[in-house]
Protein backbone atom coordinates (compact mmCIF):
# COMPACT_ATOMS: atom_id res chain seq x y z
CA UNK A 1 0.00 0.00 0.00
CA UNK A 2 2.69 2.48 0.30
CA UNK A 3 3.84 2.10 -3.05
CA UNK A 4 0.45 2.88 -4.21
CA UNK A 5 0.02 5.81 -2.18
CA UNK A 6 3.55 7.03 -3.19
CA UNK A 7 1.74 6.29 -7.20
CA UNK A 8 -0.93 8.36 -6.42
CA UNK A 9 0.84 11.16 -4.70
CA UNK A 10 3.08 11.53 -7.69
CA UNK A 11 0.16 11.29 -10.26
CA UNK A 12 -1.46 14.14 -8.27
CA UNK A 13 1.59 16.51 -8.24
CA UNK A 14 2.46 15.62 -11.83
CA UNK A 15 -1.33 16.22 -12.61
CA UNK A 16 -1.81 12.82 -14.11
CA UNK A 17 -5.48 11.53 -13.91
CA UNK A 18 -4.87 8.17 -12.36
CA UNK A 19 -7.73 5.34 -12.02
CA UNK A 20 -9.76 4.70 -9.30
CA UNK A 21 -7.59 2.84 -6.87
CA UNK A 22 -10.31 0.53 -6.18
CA UNK A 23 -10.07 -0.67 -9.33
CA UNK A 24 -6.20 -0.73 -9.93
CA UNK A 25 -5.36 -2.76 -6.84
CA UNK A 26 -7.36 -5.64 -7.94
CA UNK A 27 -5.77 -5.48 -11.22
CA UNK A 28 -2.52 -5.95 -9.75
CA UNK A 29 -3.49 -8.79 -7.72
CA UNK A 30 -5.15 -10.64 -11.37
CA UNK A 31 -1.65 -9.60 -13.11
CA UNK A 32 0.51 -11.04 -10.57
CA UNK A 33 -1.59 -14.35 -10.05
CA UNK A 34 -1.83 -15.17 -13.97
CA UNK A 35 2.31 -14.24 -14.51
CA UNK A 36 2.96 -17.46 -12.19
CA UNK A 37 5.68 -16.05 -10.48
CA UNK A 38 6.30 -17.01 -6.82
CA UNK A 39 8.73 -13.81 -5.89
CA UNK A 40 8.04 -10.80 -8.16
CA UNK A 41 8.56 -7.40 -8.70
CA UNK A 42 5.59 -5.40 -9.87
CA UNK A 43 6.03 -1.76 -12.34
CA UNK A 44 3.06 0.10 -13.11
CA UNK A 45 3.53 3.11 -15.59
CA UNK A 46 0.55 5.96 -15.53
CA UNK A 47 0.57 6.53 -19.46
CA UNK A 48 -1.46 9.86 -20.00
CA UNK A 49 -4.24 9.29 -22.49
CA UNK A 50 -7.32 11.89 -23.01
CA UNK A 51 -8.78 12.67 -19.34
CA UNK A 52 -7.62 10.17 -17.82
CA UNK A 53 -4.21 7.55 -17.23
CA UNK A 54 -3.64 4.28 -18.44
CA UNK A 55 -2.39 1.98 -16.68
CA UNK A 56 0.79 -0.50 -17.55
CA UNK A 57 1.39 -3.14 -14.99
CA UNK A 58 4.77 -5.52 -15.97
CA UNK A 59 5.24 -8.75 -13.91
CA UNK A 60 9.09 -10.01 -13.98
CA UNK A 61 10.79 -12.20 -11.28
CA UNK A 62 12.64 -9.84 -8.62
CA UNK A 63 16.90 -8.73 -10.12
CA UNK A 64 18.00 -9.08 -6.70
CA UNK A 65 21.41 -8.89 -5.67
CA UNK A 66 23.77 -11.89 -5.86
CA UNK A 67 24.38 -13.80 -2.44
CA UNK A 68 27.97 -12.74 -2.82
CA UNK A 69 27.14 -9.27 -2.72
CA UNK A 70 25.32 -9.35 0.46
CA UNK A 71 28.17 -11.71 1.82
CA UNK A 72 31.17 -9.31 0.43
CA UNK A 73 29.42 -6.24 -0.18
CA UNK A 74 29.54 -3.95 -3.41
CA UNK A 75 31.44 -1.08 -4.53
CA UNK A 76 30.31 2.64 -5.30
CA UNK A 77 32.07 5.43 -7.23
CA UNK A 78 30.44 8.98 -7.03
CA UNK A 79 29.72 10.49 -10.22
CA UNK A 80 28.98 14.00 -11.64
CA UNK A 81 26.41 13.38 -13.26
CA UNK A 82 23.04 15.12 -11.86
CA UNK A 83 19.57 14.35 -11.31
CA UNK A 84 17.26 17.41 -12.02
CA UNK A 85 17.79 19.94 -9.49
CA UNK A 86 15.36 20.28 -6.88
CA UNK A 87 13.97 23.65 -7.77
CA UNK A 88 13.58 22.21 -11.39
CA UNK A 89 10.75 18.79 -9.98
CA UNK A 90 10.26 17.71 -6.66
CA UNK A 91 12.05 14.56 -6.17
CA UNK A 92 9.31 12.72 -4.17
CA UNK A 93 7.30 12.73 -7.50
CA UNK A 94 8.40 9.24 -9.12
CA UNK A 95 8.91 9.63 -12.67
CA UNK A 96 9.94 7.64 -15.77
CA UNK A 97 13.00 10.01 -17.01
CA UNK A 98 16.14 7.43 -16.04
CA UNK A 99 18.42 8.83 -18.59
CA UNK A 100 20.66 10.64 -15.91
CA UNK A 101 20.75 7.57 -13.77
CA UNK A 102 21.96 5.31 -17.29
CA UNK A 103 24.98 7.71 -17.59
CA UNK A 104 25.29 7.72 -13.63
CA UNK A 105 25.84 3.80 -13.83
CA UNK A 106 28.00 4.12 -17.04
CA UNK A 107 30.32 5.97 -15.47
CA UNK A 108 30.63 4.40 -11.87
CA UNK A 109 31.23 0.62 -14.22
CA UNK A 110 33.63 2.35 -16.30
CA UNK A 111 35.58 3.55 -12.71
CA UNK A 112 35.08 -0.18 -11.95
CA UNK A 113 32.17 0.38 -9.52
CA UNK A 114 29.16 -1.89 -9.61
CA UNK A 115 26.83 1.56 -8.75
CA UNK A 116 26.71 5.51 -8.94
CA UNK A 117 26.30 7.73 -6.13
CA UNK A 118 24.90 11.16 -6.84
CA UNK A 119 26.26 14.70 -5.08
CA UNK A 120 24.17 17.48 -4.69
CA UNK A 121 25.08 21.17 -6.36
CA UNK A 122 26.83 21.80 -3.02
CA UNK A 123 28.86 18.97 -2.95
CA UNK A 124 27.07 16.68 -0.45
CA UNK A 125 26.21 13.26 -1.35
CA UNK A 126 22.77 12.71 -1.99
CA UNK A 127 21.70 8.85 -2.82
CA UNK A 128 22.10 6.18 -5.53
CA UNK A 129 20.78 6.33 -8.78
CA UNK A 130 17.90 3.38 -7.52
CA UNK A 131 18.96 3.23 -3.58
CA UNK A 132 18.59 5.46 -0.27
CA UNK A 133 22.30 5.53 0.94
CA UNK A 134 23.43 5.64 4.68
CA UNK A 135 26.61 5.31 6.74
CA UNK A 136 27.32 3.79 10.39
CA UNK A 137 29.72 6.63 12.04
CA UNK A 138 30.50 5.75 15.92
CA UNK A 139 27.31 3.90 16.77
CA UNK A 140 24.72 5.66 15.14
CA UNK A 141 23.61 5.72 11.97
CA UNK A 142 23.37 8.97 9.33
CA UNK A 143 21.54 9.29 5.93
CA UNK A 144 20.84 12.08 4.00
CA UNK A 145 17.98 14.43 4.52
CA UNK A 146 15.05 14.29 1.65
CA UNK A 147 15.39 18.04 1.29
CA UNK A 148 18.46 17.79 -0.54
CA UNK A 149 16.61 16.57 -3.58
CA UNK A 150 16.51 12.24 -2.71
CA UNK A 151 13.31 10.12 -2.96
CA UNK A 152 12.04 8.81 0.28
CA UNK A 153 12.42 5.18 -0.55
CA UNK A 154 9.79 3.07 1.27
CA UNK A 155 12.50 0.85 2.65
CA UNK A 156 15.05 4.49 4.14
CA UNK A 157 11.20 4.51 5.94
CA UNK A 158 11.77 0.78 7.01
CA UNK A 159 15.24 1.52 8.16
CA UNK A 160 14.16 4.23 10.52
CA UNK A 161 11.53 1.57 12.03
CA UNK A 162 14.30 -1.07 12.42
CA UNK A 163 16.40 1.43 13.96
CA UNK A 164 14.20 2.59 16.65
CA UNK A 165 13.26 -1.28 17.93
CA UNK A 166 16.91 -2.14 17.55
CA UNK A 167 17.92 0.77 19.86
CA UNK A 168 20.30 2.39 17.08
CA UNK A 169 20.22 5.94 16.97
CA UNK A 170 19.65 7.76 13.48
CA UNK A 171 19.91 11.07 12.27
CA UNK A 172 19.56 13.02 9.25
CA UNK A 173 22.40 14.98 7.92
CA UNK A 174 24.33 16.41 5.07
CA UNK A 175 27.27 14.03 4.20
CA UNK A 176 30.54 15.23 2.70
CA UNK A 177 32.80 13.16 1.28
CA UNK A 178 34.97 13.44 3.40
CA UNK A 179 32.38 12.00 5.92
CA UNK A 180 31.69 9.19 3.30
CA UNK A 181 35.03 7.82 2.99
CA UNK A 182 35.60 7.61 6.86
CA UNK A 183 32.39 6.12 7.59
CA UNK A 184 32.89 2.83 9.97
CA UNK A 185 29.72 1.11 7.86
CA UNK A 186 27.98 2.50 4.75
CA UNK A 187 25.12 0.70 3.12
CA UNK A 188 22.31 1.16 0.03
CA UNK A 189 18.26 0.66 1.11
CA UNK A 190 15.46 -0.22 -1.55
CA UNK A 191 12.75 -2.32 -2.49
CA UNK A 192 14.47 -4.75 -4.57
CA UNK A 193 18.55 -4.77 -2.70
CA UNK A 194 16.82 -4.46 1.11
CA UNK A 195 19.64 -3.36 3.25
CA UNK A 196 23.23 -3.80 1.02
CA UNK A 197 26.68 -3.14 2.60
CA UNK A 198 28.99 -1.08 0.72
CA UNK A 199 32.72 -1.86 1.42
CA UNK A 200 34.25 0.50 -1.19
CA UNK A 201 33.60 3.71 -2.32
CA UNK A 202 35.63 5.80 -4.80
CA UNK A 203 38.30 2.56 -4.59
CA UNK A 204 38.70 3.47 -0.88
CA UNK A 205 38.01 1.08 1.46
CA UNK A 206 35.41 1.45 4.67
CA UNK A 207 37.10 0.40 7.15
CA UNK A 208 38.04 -3.20 7.31
CA UNK A 209 36.22 -3.79 3.79
CA UNK A 210 33.52 -6.03 4.91
CA UNK A 211 30.20 -5.83 5.65
CA UNK A 212 29.69 -3.82 9.06
CA UNK A 213 27.86 -5.80 12.23
CA UNK A 214 25.16 -3.04 12.16
CA UNK A 215 24.74 -3.32 8.62
CA UNK A 216 24.31 -7.21 8.73
CA UNK A 217 22.11 -6.90 12.00
CA UNK A 218 19.84 -4.51 9.62
CA UNK A 219 19.87 -7.09 6.94
CA UNK A 220 18.36 -9.83 9.66
CA UNK A 221 16.22 -7.61 11.03
CA UNK A 222 14.68 -6.30 7.66
CA UNK A 223 14.34 -9.91 6.42
CA UNK A 224 12.55 -10.74 9.79
CA UNK A 225 10.12 -7.92 8.93
CA UNK A 226 9.36 -9.00 5.69
CA UNK A 227 9.21 -12.97 6.39
CA UNK A 228 6.82 -11.50 9.01
CA UNK A 229 4.51 -9.47 7.17
CA UNK A 230 4.33 -11.97 4.34
CA UNK A 231 3.67 -15.14 6.07
CA UNK A 232 -0.09 -15.48 5.04
CA UNK A 233 -0.12 -13.58 2.38
Not at 83 to 109: H, N
Not at 120 to 147: H, K, L, Y
Not at 188 to 200: F, P, R
Request: aromatic residues 6%; contains cysteine; glycine residues 6%.
Amino acid sequence: DAHLDRLYASATYLDVHAPDRLRLKPQLLRALASSGVREAVVRIALLPKGAAATPSIVVRPVPRPSASAYRRGIRLAIVPTRKFAVSTIDPQAKYSARLGSVLAVMEAQLRGADEALWMDAMGTVTESTASNFGIVREGVIVTPPCWLGLLAGITRDVLFELARELGVPIREVPLTRHEVYNADEAFLTSTLKEILAVTTIDGRRIRTGRPGPLTVRLQRAFRELVETETRYV
